[in-house]
């Protein structure tokens, strides 16, 4: 990683480290996150990048710390079992910009507890309207603590996984594949150990698994033309723009995360999957292609337009028009598009190889 420039100027993290309460978190986080944006022009984007997740995983554990407070005031106790607090998709990767979403589930230990399952329950519902609160929109999907299909016990955990290995639809593979991102921030870490243990114990137990993976890596949006142009929105209030996320982010993460898995790499940044792909495989220019398109793909997504409604971070995920007209960034956009089609052509025949085998 390339070194931070101005480090003496980085953000406070202890602003949020020491929030004692929901609106001194709120406040630490409003105050970091805006030195962090006033530091982009100046910093290497991996490098602003992990910047800007540190703040991220200092608010996901703060919060957490903070509800158990609430709950015990509340008259609910201290947690009656041990907990992890996990994260996934971006955040899971450490790859988030100042204004994503939530992407966070609780893994609850088996221990019994007479009420365990009322306090997780207000546990993870609190959780998520505090995060809200400090900025992070709640996921559209539901992928949240408040949610009970990602707030259970690390025995329903073990059950949810075998069932998504068992019966591989659509919905089941994208389940594990935003699963296999998990990262733990803040609670007993060995149960997120157990857990991920569990997952890779299903992967090497279900090659089917590998293939319905791939299956649903290749799928994407069309991203160039026939003529090599860059394809964006035509119709909706996005129309001319350039979807980032699902245009060339989505599709590198995707196809880096499966090469990984298939080579046993146990990161969960799609840089560090790279960097232990490229050490396996040093003659392969694809992972330098990639390492390249991903870099890029980190800038644009910084570059997409955000929102802030009601004290509430979002992003639309497109690139306007206005930066699609920069010479320079749209060559890279281009050569980044180039890299995504190369190379799911060349996972599409690594489909069409294992589908042939199964016949």
């Not at 999957?273 to 644009?300: H, I, P, V, Y």
Request: charged share 25%; net charge positive.
């Amino acid at each position: 990683m390339e070194p931070v420039k101005n480090a003496k100027h980085e953000p406070d993290l202890e602003l949020i480290r020491h929030a004692d309460t929901r609106e001194q978190l709120r406040e630490g986080r409003r105050a970091c996150q805006s030195r962090i944006e006033y530091l982009y022009p100046e910093m290497p984007i991996a490098a602003w990048t992990a910047l800007v997740n540190d703040m991220h995983d200092e608010v996901a554990a703060r919060a957490a710390a903070v509800c158990e407070k609430e709950l015990k005031e509340a008259g609910y106790g201290p947690p009656p079992v041990p907990y992890a607090l996990v994260v996934f998709g971006s955040s899971g990767r450490r790859e988030s910009t100042p204004w994503s979403d939530q992407d966070n589930g609780l893994i609850v230990s088996d221990e019994a507890s007479g009420h365990k399952d009322k306090y997780f329950a207000a546990f993870g519902r609190r959780l998520s309207d505090l995060l809200e609160y400090a900025g992070y929109e709640k996921c559209k999907g539901k992928v949240m603590c408040s949610e009970p299909a990602w707030n259970q016990t690390l025995g329903q955990w073990r059950h949810r996984l075998a069932g998504w290995h068992r019966d591989l639809s659509w919905e089941n593979v994208r389940n594990l594949m935003i699963a296999s991102d998990l990262r733990w921030i803040a609670g007993d870490p060995s149960l997120a150990a157990a857990w991920k243990s569990c997952f890779a114990h299903g992967l090497n137990e279900s090659p089917e698994t590998a293939t319905a993976i791939l299956r649903n890596t290749v799928r994407h949006k069309a991203t160039l033309n026939i003529l090599g142009q860059v394809v964006t929105e035509r119709f909706g209030e996005h129309a001319g723009e350039f979807d980032v996320k699902y245009g060339v982010y989505i599709p590198l993460v995707n196809s880096i995360r499966y090469m990984a898995l298939q080579e046993g790499v146990h990161e969960t940044s799609t840089l560090k999957r790279l960097e232990k792909l490229t050490l396996l495989d040093g003659g392969n220019l694809l992972f330098e292609n990639c390492q390249r398109a991903f870099l890029t793909a980190l800038t644009l997504r910084a570059s997409a337009t955000y929102t802030l409604r009601n004290g509430v971070y979002s992003s639309s995920g497109y690139l306007p028009q206005t930066e699609l007209k920069q010479k320079p960034l749209l060559y890279k956009l281009r050569e980044s598009l180039t890299t995504v089609r190369r190379t799911h052509r060349a996972l599409q025949r690594r489909l069409r190889f294992a589908e042939k085998g199964r016949l």
